[in-house]
């Protein structure tokens, strides 16, 4: 008895677009490729553990700041590295808080916040 986490959803109004950036950053695997292209209601992406995020099609804008977020650490790099590499897929900062609490608060290029820390 009990629950286990299934997959995680992200609202989006365009779920290839935000995705693609998803993956990019990330380097995650693409998983349902059968629903997995431009246009589709839902794409799928599946972390090196099983862990799967879908981004599903809604009609609404984000408005307000997240609730959750996704913290990433970098990996054979440094977060100053993968903060400009995600600047330049689209994301935008926010709230640049590495000199004093060691992490970067982002958004994909749906408003989507995430935090790049360090170490």
């Given at each position: ?7 995680t959803t992200w609202d ?38 099983g862990y799967t995020i ?33 600047l330049r897929l689209g ?29």
């Open positions: 008895m009990g629950l286990r986490l299934s997959h989006a109004l365009d779920p290839h677009t935000i995705a693609e950036f998803w993956r990019e950053l990330t380097g995650w695997e693409v998983s349902e490729p059968e629903s997995y292209h431009p246009g589709s209601d839902e794409c799928y992406l599946v972390t090196p553990d879908l981004f599903f099609r809604v009609p609404d804008a984000k408005r307000l700041k997240n609730r959750a977020h996704m913290d990433l650490r970098h990996s054979g790099t440094s977060r100053d590295e993968e903060v400009e590499r995600a994301a935008t900062m926010v709230d640049d808080r590495r000199e004093d609490l060691s992490w970067a608060v982002m958004a994909d290029p749906e408003g989507n916040e995430f935090c790049i820390l360090d170490g």
